[in-house]
């Protein structure tokens, strides 16, 4: 692909045609001014004398980023043909996060496979460049943190760093928050100066993340809400499904429910003396595993959404489960406010390294992608050791 904004005397004019037209009628108009066997752009007598008569203005048109043209050498056999159509102003936005996602996602065994997964996000795409747009041309504060995000991350992420050096370094394990609304006068002075310091680095820390997850969630929220909606209307004009919802979705969730059930049914009764003991592995089973499971039938129970509960469960759930970063950094916001509690919990903070290191982010997306096959090697191994 290569993109640029031709200032040549062709291009010029049909700048001078675009104006005032809407999109189809500028892709139609510049496809008319393309002669596809010589490649080059055919201008009329009237083109000539408009450009004439028009110089000077379609000059300071061409300074302005109104469109972009972009090139496509497309190989046909032994033939390689150009095609040229209009970029929208808004593709520069496309952040470089769902670029990514997009490369992690994409399979790059065949062509049909990039070119169908590329189809599928397309409407994504779309929608999130012209919401960055519009975002970043309606208030200068996100856009200053959209062009320098990347930079402000790596400066929040070393700060997490030397937050916890600072508590590996702390001799007492209370609480920081204690710092400054409790009495502490059985600690040190070295002590309680070590205790304000991680206490001002957590404030600045929570700060951080908390602006990082508002850029994100402003970003990615409304697009979601937009294209749920968009899929709803879709779905109930057009018929594009049969049923609005698919019970079978919880034919798995009740063979796991009766698993845990009687999983703990039985370690209870084998062993009672530990059973207050546990009470965590009990909770483990019934939050850990069966409520998320259930979250995730419910989803799968609901194609379209038909009512305001259905709509708000569905535009929460794909938010938190397609949008990783964006749940990463709630996640990490909620530890930056428990760790003023407990220290323990600024240090499960340095896992944000796994959203800067693009090499992390791709070994973490390929034990994902083969984790069925990963979980039956695990059983395997637990029925060979039994």
Same mark, same amino acid.
């Given at each position: 692909?290569?993109?640029?904004? #031709?200032?040549?005397?062709?291009?010029?004019?049909?700048?001078?045609?675009?104006?005032?037209?809407?999109?189809q009628?500028q892709?139609?108009?510049? $496809?008319?001014?393309?002669?596809?066997?010589?490649e080059? %752009?055919?201008l009329?007598?009237?083109?000539?004398?408009?450009?004439?008569?028009?110089?000077?203005?379609v000059?300071?048109?061409?300074?302005?980023?109104?469109?972009?043209?972009i090139?496509?050498n497309?190989?046909?056999?032994?033939?390689?043909k150009?095609?040229? #159509?209009p970029?929208?102003l808004?593709?520069?936005?496309?952040?470089?996060?769902t670029?990514?996602?997009?490369?992690?996602?994409a399979?790059?065994l065949?062509?049909?496979?990039?070119?169908?997964?590329?189809?599928?996000?397309?409407? +994504?795409?779309?929608?999130?460049?012209?919401?960055?747009?519009?975002l970043?041309?309606?208030?200068?504060t996100?856009? #200053? %943190?959209?062009?320098?995000?990347?930079?402000?991350?790596?400066?929040?992420?070393c700060?997490?760093?030397?937050?916890?050096?600072?508590?590996l370094?702390?001799?007492?394990?209370?609480a920081?928050?204690?710092?400054?609304?409790?009495?502490?006068s059985?600690?040190t002075?070295?002590?309680?100066?070590?205790?304000?310091?991680?206490?001002?680095?957590g404030?600045? @820390?929570?700060?951080?993340?908390?602006? $990082?997850?508002?850029? %994100?969630?402003?970003?990615?929220?409304?697009?979601?809400?937009?294209?749920?909606?968009?899929?709803?209307?879709?779905?109930?004009?057009t018929?594009?499904?049969?049923?609005?919802?698919?019970?079978m979705?919880?034919?798995?969730?009740?063979?796991?429910?009766v698993?845990?059930?009687?999983?703990?049914?039985?370690?209870?009764?084998?062993?009672?003396?530990?059973?207050?003991?546990s009470?965590?592995?009990?909770? +483990?089973? $019934?939050?850990?595993?069966?409520?998320?499971?259930t979250?995730?039938?419910?989803?799968?129970?609901?194609v379209?959404?038909?009512?305001?509960?259905?709509?708000y469960f569905?535009?929460?759930?794909?938010?938190?489960?397609?949008?990783?970063?964006?749940? @990463?950094?709630?996640?990490?916001?909620m530890?930056?406010?428990?760790?003023?509690?407990?220290?323990?919990y600024?240090?499960?903070?340095?896992f944000?390294?796994?959203?800067?290191?693009?090499r992390?982010?791709?070994?973490?997306q390929?034990?994902?992608?083969?984790?069925?096959s990963?979980a039956? %090697?695990?059983?395997?191994?637990?029925?060979?050791?039994?």
């Amino acid at each position: 692909l290569h993109f640029e904004l #031709f200032p040549s005397l062709p291009f010029k004019v049909s700048l001078l045609r675009l104006m005032g037209t809407t999109q189809q009628q500028q892709s139609a108009l510049l $496809i008319d001014g393309i002669d596809t066997k010589n490649e080059q %752009v055919v201008l009329n007598d009237n083109d000539r004398d408009l450009h004439n008569e028009l110089d000077d203005e379609v000059k300071l048109i061409t300074k302005r980023p109104l469109i972009g043209i972009i090139e496509v050498n497309i190989g046909t056999g032994s033939r390689i043909k150009r095609t040229c #159509f209009p970029l929208p102003l808004e593709a520069k936005y496309l952040t470089a996060k769902t670029k990514e996602a997009f490369a992690h996602k994409a399979r790059l065994l065949t062509t049909e496979q990039r070119v169908q997964h590329l189809f599928n996000e397309s409407d +994504i795409f779309i929608a999130e460049m012209e919401w960055v747009r519009v975002l970043s041309e309606k208030s200068k504060t996100y856009n #200053f %943190v959209s062009r320098y995000f990347t930079v402000f991350k790596a400066v929040m992420y070393c700060l997490v760093v030397l937050l916890n050096l600072n508590v590996l370094m702390l001799h007492t394990t209370t609480a920081p928050i204690k710092a400054y609304f409790h009495d502490i006068s059985y600690l040190t002075t070295y002590e309680v100066a070590s205790l304000r310091i991680t206490f001002c680095l957590g404030v600045l @820390n929570f700060f951080g993340y908390f602006v $990082i997850m508002i850029y %994100v969630a402003v970003t990615t929220v409304p697009i979601m809400i937009r294209e749920t909606d968009k899929r709803i209307r879709r779905c109930i004009l057009t018929y594009e499904v049969e049923q609005y919802t698919d019970i079978m979705a919880f034919q798995w969730w009740f063979v796991t429910l009766v698993f845990n059930v009687m999983f703990i049914l039985m370690h209870a009764i084998n062993f009672p003396e530990h059973f207050s003991k546990s009470i965590p592995l009990y909770a +483990i089973l $019934i939050f850990g595993i069966n409520l998320p499971w259930t979250l995730s039938c419910c989803r799968n129970y609901i194609v379209v959404p038909t009512s305001p509960i259905q709509r708000y469960f569905v535009i929460v759930y794909d938010t938190l489960v397609t949008k990783p970063f964006f749940r @990463n950094h709630v996640i990490l916001q909620m530890l930056s406010i428990q760790g003023f509690q407990n220290t323990q919990y600024f240090t499960l903070m340095l896992f944000d390294i796994i959203n800067l290191s693009d090499r992390l982010a791709n070994i973490v997306q390929a034990l994902l992608f083969h984790r069925d096959s990963l979980a039956l %090697v695990f059983y395997l191994l637990i029925a060979t050791a039994l």
